[in-house]
């Protein structure tokens, strides 16, 4: 099975569309993210024109994106690379020609970034899935949002961009619902709540999320699933989307998730891989019939066997 060959001319344009997680962003930052290339580097391209929005050149370089805008961005071709497929295991709960619905394990980034091109779940999806969706370029085919590498659990993909743009637009408009269960430290004192806390790329360090005054709003709904003498079994409902937010949210507050080696406790008590963190329900609309699709996962046997061990 044949990969994608991204050997190109010197130059190239690409096209990306705006997703939940860049929504809010300055022009600048999310060129500088696709293009991965510095902030300065991406300003100097915006002010050269050779980015467009919404198939204009855009020259400011502080406009603020929102959901669906298309950024075009005119690229000096990288030294060339082919995205291989991997016969990676892949849960595939459902899938016609519109779409597919998989369970992601625990420990598989989605897609290649960093340099890194292999051993993502877009090698799985290459591998597996025969027609995926062009639309966020060729490093990201038919990836209509995120988990966090060692989150596991439902991810709807697209088959073509007639179900890309759509399945975009229920995230944007909060017709998806997406449900995540997480186990976290200490014991809730309430019930349910709802986390309204803005969320911006951490100022001391660039990898992490932080709560943020100047950040974009972000939140989170919570309801009690079951409490254990040093922890709590949490539903967890997203309302925005943003980069580890549910993560972020859940250490603000004074709880933060089993096995999270960025923003959980330093000791942890339990020998884990990743954060105890699984997105267990997805529902949306179907693009073409507009019939109402609910999915359910059970937790991973590891998630699982955490839990029995605090029930006894």
Do not use: W
């Amino acid at each position: 099975m044949s990969g994608i060959n991204l050997t190109e001319p010197k130059t190239q344009f690409r096209s990306f569309i705006v997703q939940e997680e860049n929504s809010g962003d300055r022009l600048d930052v999310f060129v500088g993210e696709v293009a991965q290339s510095s902030r300065s580097n991406a300003q100097k391209r915006i002010k050269n024109g050779l980015v467009t929005l919404n198939g204009k050149t855009e020259d400011k370089v502080s406009r603020t994106l929102k959901i669906g805008d298309n950024v075009g961005i005119t690229i000096v071709a990288p030294e060339p690379i082919e995205l291989i497929p991997q016969n990676i295991p892949l849960d595939i709960v459902y899938q016609d020609e519109y779409l597919a619905v998989i369970n992601k394990q625990q420990g598989l980034t989605v897609h290649p970034a960093g340099g890194s091109y292999k051993d993502t779940l877009v090698n799985a999806l290459l591998y597996h899935i025969k027609d995926l969706s062009g639309i966020n370029g060729d490093i990201r085919p038919g990836i209509v949002h995120r988990l966090d590498k060692d989150t596991s659990g439902l991810m709807v993909i697209a088959k073509n961009d007639f179900a890309h743009v759509n399945l975009s637009q229920q995230i944007a408009s909060k017709e998806c619902r997406r449900i995540y269960y997480a186990l976290t430290e200490g014991v809730f004192k309430e019930d349910s709540g709802i986390i309204d806390q803005p969320l911006f790329r951490s100022k001391t360090d660039r990898k992490k999320i932080a709560v943020d005054p100047d950040g974009r709003q972000a939140i989170t709904l919570f309801n009690v699933v079951e409490r254990f003498s040093a922890n709590t079994l949490v539903r967890f409902e997203l309302k925005t989307g943003r980069t580890h937010q549910i993560r972020v949210h859940s250490a603000f507050i004074g709880h933060p998730i089993v096995g999270d080696k960025v923003y959980g406790f330093k000791k942890q008590r339990f020998d884990l891989n990743g954060q105890l963190l699984h997105s267990k329900e997805i529902t949306f609309t179907h693009p073409k019939t507009g019939e109402s699709m609910h999915f359910d996962s059970e937790l991973p046997d590891y998630f699982r066997r955490i839990l029995s061990v605090l029930k006894k």
